[in-house]
């Protein structure tokens, strides 16, 4: 596995070089065609004065056509990160990466042009805009192409091939068997089967039974076994404990789940002919943890500050002429591994309402560990109407800025609500937390203590860009219509 983690950094770093020489090509190539082949009527001598010429060629405008193009193939990258799209899943077809491909391209051309929208970038002709846009999926779909013939001649050859063992002996295990067999640019020699059932050394679908599933680990170790293909329909107590006895091998598990039964939570779903493959990855980092997310959240949080500022000072001055208390409420909060930072809102209670928690306990209306009442005798009129609008948490787009939160991401308990002997809330600090997240458009303040746990850890383990914008979205509604907030 050591090998296969250098073989995937060595693999990220060249389709990384590939997209960013074919990224370049697919925007400097339109622009100059259009200015030099077929912008005869642009070409006056204001045109000629206010380009860079150079081997013949004009080039207007470049450095600002240089800072859009640097700008979209740095989202493009992210996009396609964003996608998997840096490393070659042999179970992918070409179909379905070149969607995967459409999608990132998509999403980086409708970002960038509505950046070029809205700084009104007139220099920028929509004629080159569109041919950068087609040229840039052609490239980037067709190189991958290529490269997937190439490495099928090579998996063919035996380059990069896997030792592969599958657990359990039935009906769908000898499908399997024929089915992998029949695309043999997958790479998969399968040594033999574990099953509870056949004798050992008898021979199925000409592959022999090397043991029990309690011989696992000897099994992998003796026969330098890469990946385990589970085919044990119903058994979910023999697949946890393979999972987790695959993990401490450093050995990858898939399971072939009948195709007219997908009853397991999947990680990711593929196919060998038409049997479902449910993959089960071993992530070294959160998706979350990745440069993009940061950047979008370091963009919006500054760009929302910026624009709101005025408003921030207006509430500021009410909150203060109110009861002449501070603007600002700061808590201690956990973050991410359970670092504490300062969370900032604007002060919504009465000063000095912290005092009187204690005297409120028993009338707590929210189950677990945090305190909630619909109507908090310590909360102030002003309070009430921003907290029905979330008004009150937009300070934490500083901490969105400064990095100790995301945009998305888990509520921020404060530290005496935090049970460090509960899993459940431990596995909400495994990434930032989120001035919005999935109980925000699920109930907010409405949302059970444990429906809270379960959407955050849904979120942790389903993650995506895609996902992060849907919950922004939606999340707006939810506030405008003030439900569930108090």
Do not use: C
Not at 257 to 275: A, Q, W
Not at 376 to 392: A, E, H, L, T
């Amino acid at each position: 596995m050591l090998r296969q983690e250098r073989l995937n950094i060595i693999s990220f770093n060249l389709y990384l070089a590939a997209d960013i020489i074919f990224i370049t090509l697919s925007f400097y190539l339109p622009y100059i065609i259009r200015w030099n082949f077929f912008g005869g009527d642009k070409v006056t001598p204001d045109f000629i004065r206010s380009s860079i010429q150079w081997g013949g060629f004009f080039f207007p405008s470049l450095v600002y056509y240089t800072k859009v193009y640097i700008f979209w193939g740095l989202i493009t990258v992210f996009f396609l990160v964003n996608q998997n799209l840096y490393r070659t899943n042999r179970l992918v077809s070409f179909s379905q990466e070149s969607v995967l491909i459409f999608k990132a391209v998509l999403y980086s051309t409708l970002v960038t042009g509505l950046v070029v929208f809205f700084i009104k970038a007139i220099q920028i002709s929509r004629l080159v805009f569109i041919f950068n846009f087609i040229l840039l999926l052609a490239s980037l779909i067709t190189w991958r192409i290529i490269k997937r013939l190439i490495l099928r001649r090579f998996i063919l050859q035996g380059y990069n091939n896997f030792n592969v063992l599958l657990v359990g002996v039935n009906k769908l295990s000898v499908e399997a068997v024929e089915e992998i067999q029949k695309y043999p640019f997958l790479g998969w020699r399968i040594i033999g089967f574990l099953d509870e059932d056949k004798e050992l050394g008898s021979v199925v679908s000409g592959l022999p039974v090397l043991g029990r599933y309690k011989d696992f680990g000897q099994v992998v170790r003796k026969y330098f076994i890469d990946e385990t293909l589970i085919v044990t329909p119903g058994d979910r107590t023999t697949i946890i404990k393979l999972l987790d006895e695959g993990k401490k091998l450093n050995v990858g598990i898939k399971v072939i789940s009948n195709p007219t039964e997908l009853s397991l939570d999947l990680l990711g779903i593929y196919k060998i002919g038409y049997l479902p493959v449910l993959s089960y990855s071993i992530k070294t980092f959160h998706g979350t943890d990745l440069f993009g997310k940061r950047i979008f959240d370091i963009i919006f949080s500054a760009l929302a500050l910026v624009l709101l500022f005025p408003f921030f000072i207006g509430l500021g001055i009410a909150i203060k002429v109110n009861d002449g208390g501070p603007i600002f409420y700061v808590s201690r909060r956990y973050g991410r591994k359970g670092t504490i930072f300062n969370f900032y809102k604007f002060r919504s209670m009465q000063v000095g309402a912290d005092s009187l928690l204690a005297s409120l306990k028993n009338k707590n209306e929210k189950d677990g560990p945090i305190f909630k009442i619909k109507k908090d005798p310590r909360v102030s009129k002003m309070g009430r109407f921003m907290r029905k609008y979330s008004i009150d948490e937009l300070p934490q787009l500083w901490n969105v800025l400064i990095g100790d939160m995301s945009l998305v991401g888990p509520r921020p308990l404060p530290i005496d609500q935090v049970q460090k002997d509960d899993f459940n809330q431990l596995k909400r600090l495994e990434i930032k937390p989120g001035i919005t997240g999935l109980w925000q458009i699920k109930g907010r303040s409405d949302v059970s203590f444990g429906n809270l746990l379960r959407w955050d850890t849904w979120y942790i383990n389903n993650w995506s860009l895609w996902l992060d914008f849907n919950i922004i979205l939606k999340s707006i509604p939810v506030v405008v219509k003030g439900k569930g907030a108090y």
